[in-house]
């Protein structure tokens, strides 16, 4: 029955607004109807997320909640060498000095003949003229198991033909990117933000979140990448070198949008209709996880309703039974979005902010006008802070910190809220998004929501949440001068920052 209703959803409506409101209570919904066992504060949001979002429910002890750059690396090797069936890999880009990375991934192919690797990677990031571009490096896995590895670059539609013609390589990027980080073998799967470069697995701080033993989750995550490569470059090689292939001929790469925007919403949607949890998992898990996308390009915005709901939530004094919420948040590159931005002005929810100081900027001393992008986002960050001031809260309870650490730079994003000051986090929102106006309209982004109610893994997010603050000192940016030069660009360019 369910799934004649969503053929005859796919036959009748193609945008994602339409799809959702023609079957917003799914059999999700019901597997999620249980909430008790979740704090108040989240209760009732859990519920009625589980109307709109896939979900899937894990036990806590299959969470893990890695806190260096370090562990995420090694994780990252054991993963690939575990793999029997199948290895997925999404990120902006792998560098092309990733030299163990790529023999490892190499030595997997060759001990397992069955074994398949499906990377999807950024048009534009990772294929950069010259001799170190990022796919050259994928060449030799390409030439010694043709037929099983499968590398997919998405190239954004933002920028149109003409545009392509004009805008050197390096600037592309900023029309948007494919910014989904997945890294996944069989039926283990670990999301992060960080991509595949040698900073990210040394001195460049992000989150990682490993979830072992799990195929649903696996499997959804393996699908998603497996849907965007089919409006995707295909790389194959020859004796010259590389060669992009367009598969789908009834579409022009720069005219994806709306292809894009039907195929992820008929994804979701099947996604939404089709998730189960046998009793067992029903009984033994305390935690579930509501993947969101966020494609601003395709019209496609699960991460802004998602997060307006739980804001809407939190609003709702009969969920907070007295206590006080907060909310932290943090981002590498710190630009709200004027949603969130108003979100978190209009709450009185506490919010604590955790952004990146000039000098771990990724862009930090670098030359030309990429130079200029950390006193860039100073600049937002002053206009964050003046919107603050003048904002009619009943506290001043929001604040702005700044992470630094000497050598290292910083690339974390995310959300965790907690009933209370005093209390451990109840929910965490995790991935790609920088909850900025870029990742809102112009990368494709893939992140999640967790709500757990095990006071172990709890423990654990509390512990990330103080293992970013422990580099965080206040902020300082009121006192830095942005030069008019930088506050051209910003006004140019802005939400491509």
Known sequence: MLAAAYKNLCRHSSTHRALLKCFTVSKCARNFSTTRTFDPTIREFVSRLA????????ASKDVHVLLQPSEFYKNLLNIIRRARRRIFLSSLYIGSSETE?????DDALWRNPSLHLYLNLDYNRSTRPGPSSPILALLPLLRNHEHRVHISLFRSPKLSATMTKIVPPRFNEGWGTWHAKIYGSDD????????LNKAYFSNRQDRYLH???QPALADYCFSFLETVSG????????????VLHWEDTSVLPWQIQSKAERVLSRFQMKHLLSCTSSEEQATSSDAVIFPVIQAGQFNIREEERTLSMLFDHLASPEHCLDQEPVVNLTSGYFGL???????????NVGCSIIAASPKANGFYGSGGLSGLIPEGYTLLEKRFMSAVRAASRPSPNIHLKEWERDGWTYHAKGIWLSPSVDSLPVLTLFGSTNLNSRSANLDTE?????????DDLRQKLQEEIQGLQRWAVPWRGGKRKVRWRTKAIVALVGGML
């Open 51 to 58: 109307q709109k979002q896939p979900g899937f429910r894990v």
């Open 101 to 105: 990375l790529i023999n490892a991934l």
């Open 188 to 195: 283990e799967v670990m999301i992060s933000g960080a991509n």
């Open 211 to 213: 979830f072992s033993g």
């Open 231 to 242: 409006f995707s470059y295909r790389v194959l090689a020859n004796a010259d070198g590389p």
């Open 337 to 347: 979005s004027r949603e969130y931005q108003d979100l978190i002005l209009r709450s």
């Open 446 to 454: 893939l992140s999640f929501v967790m709500a757990t109610s095990s």
